[in-house]
């Protein structure tokens, strides 16, 4: 139950309404007027409480206008909005339905027959700017809004969203019960604030000893040292993405990475995942710097690191040897030497992708093939050195193969093909597009030898019809991507 808004990840949640800088001042919480008749001294306590928590009325409205006010059924205006450069600011008010109003007969809604246990399930459903305002309905719903199985994950979103106050005000908030330290939050998830800086990953990095999982893609103000607190002061962190990170050079547990590389006291980061696509500062003494202080490594992704080159891929094979997954997409200076000091990874390695790599041939790819024999996806798209003779070898060394791209590599014919569907019999996925010599005969042999084929990309390739016939006649399940008229 504790899994709400985790389930809204991903590239997973990137349009969702953005909680308001009602987050943006600590001078906007102002608290309301005293009313005239407390009931008990429960209320009282609950009213003072709240003065500190955010206020759920903080989603951003796409159309603001420049002053608005609120109106209960009662006509008592229950808050008041001003608008400063786009934003909402909104007042904190005690919760809901902890005013004495005189005795009506209301109509009781079909949702408040629900016991707490259905109501708290429905909430594990909702976004983080949902179950704020979910908060806001009524006494019960405030309560129930905030129990702190709901809170094991925060995801904001939104380029205009003010995510260090936000994050503050947060974990303000789920930080009352257990002060200054919020125990149930494992999961934080700010990808596409524009606006995170240092200051909120710190806030993080204090208040959330537990975090195991944290995703900041496509911050830009985020640099070295936030994630030098965040990974120092969460052991348990075990995902990080950093992609789209320009100012990230280096994952360490050392302030200045080139002091020391060694870990302080035999220390490491618990570190199993980690994304850094697109950050285009990494060096090889930056990735040195990882693998001597993330050994456990299992899936790393270093797309577009255009910077890195071979010699940086010895400290990898030697530090993490239990990487798993690797892609090395569109860094243009790796070459067959790092695709051999890769190979030393040896039967760990099931995912490797070196797409758009000019520099790798089939010499590298035999070093892949003689010593990962359990590799299961392989993406070579664009490495335009490669031939049959690499697939081939591919073919026979690796015969769990089940998803292969060999796109735009022309040198590939059918004679790699053959091959491949002799000895790789349980492939699934299979890109051919823009292989210019492969005709009807490879076709022919993968239809017969590949039964379990469920996706084939034959764009740009010219090749009969009836080839594309044979394929779907003995590969049912197979999608064919094609370009071809006369194949229907």
């Known amino acids: 139950m504790g899994a709400n808004n985790g389930k809204q990840y991903g590239s997973e949640g990137k349009g969702s ?29 609950l009213s003072m409480r709240t003065l500190s928590t955010p206020s759920p009325a903080l989603i951003l409205n796409p159309n603001p206008p420049s002053f608005s006010t609120q109106i209960v059924p009662n006509g008592n205006e229950s808050s008041k909005s001003f608008i400063i450069h786009g934003e ?44 704020c305002r979910c908060a806001r309905v009524c006494r019960r719903w405030y309560n129930l809004a905030w129990d702190p199985r709901l809170w094991s994950a925060i995801c904001l979103t939104g380029e205009l969203l003010n995510a260090d106050r936000a994050l503050k005000v947060l974990t303000n908030r789920l930080c009352q019960d257990t002060p200054n330290v919020c125990l149930t939050l494992e999961t934080v998830v700010v990808s596409g604030c524009w606006r995170l800086s240092d200051r909120g990953l710190r806030v993080i990095a204090q208040c959330c000893p537990e ?53 302080l006291h035999g220390q490491q ?18 990735l ?43 860094c243009f200076l790796v070459g067959d030497f790092g695709l051999r000091e890769v ?28 010593y990962c024999p359990r590799l299961r996806y392989l993406n070579a798209r664009g490495c335009e050195g490669l031939t049959d003779q690499g697939v081939s070898h591919l073919a026979r060394s690796c015969p769990r193969l089940r998803s292969l791209d060999v796109g735009h590599c022309p040198l590939v014919s059918d004679a ?15 890109s051919l597009r823009g292989c210019e010599s492969v005709t009807g005969r490879g076709l022919t042999a993968l239809a017969t030898g590949c039964a379990e084929l469920q996706l084939l990309n034959v764009q740009e390739c010219d090749m009969p019809p009836e080839a594309l016939r044979l394929i779907r006649q003995h590969c049912r399940r197979c999608v064919i991507e094609h370009t071809i008229p006369a194949f229907y």
């Open 211 to 263: 975090l195991r999982r944290l995703e900041v893609s496509g911050c830009y103000h985020v640099s070295n040292d936030a994630v030098f607190d965040v990974v120092s002061k969460c052991p348990n962190l075990e995902h990080l993405d950093v992609s789209g990170c320009p100012k990230v050079t280096c994952i360490s547990l050392t302030e200045e990475s080139s002091l020391q590389l060694i870990p």
């Open 288 to 330: 040195r710097t990882i693998a001597f202080h993330c050994p456990r490594l299992t899936h790393l992704y270093l797309r577009r690191c255009s910077r890195l080159t071979d010699e940086s891929f010895r400290q990898l094979a030697l530090h993490c040897s239990s990487l798993r997954e690797l892609s090395l997409s569109d």
């Open 17 to 45: 309404s953005s909680i308001s800088s009602d987050m943006s001042s600590s001078t906007d919480h102002t608290p309301t007027k005293a009313q005239r008749n407390v009931t008990t001294s429960e209320d009282s306590d």
């Open 88 to 131: 909402t600011v909104a007042l904190v008010h005690a919760p809901p339905g902890s005013h004495s109003h005189p005795s009506k007969p209301a109509h009781v809604a079909l949702i408040d027959t629900l016991p707490d246990p259905v109501l708290l399930h429905i909430f594990s459903f909702l976004s983080t700017p949902h179950l």
């Open 416 to 430: 790699g093909l053959e091959v491949l569907g002799r000895c790789c019999e349980g492939l699934r996925r299979l």
């Open 343 to 370: 190979a030393r990874l040896e039967g760990r390695l099931r995912y490797l992708s070196v797409a758009h790599c000019m520099r790798i041939t089939d010499v590298g790819l035999r070093y892949v093939a003689r």
């Open 269 to 286: 980061i618990g570190l199993r995942y980690l994304d850094m696509t697109d950050c285009v500062s990494l060096q090889d003494k930056g």
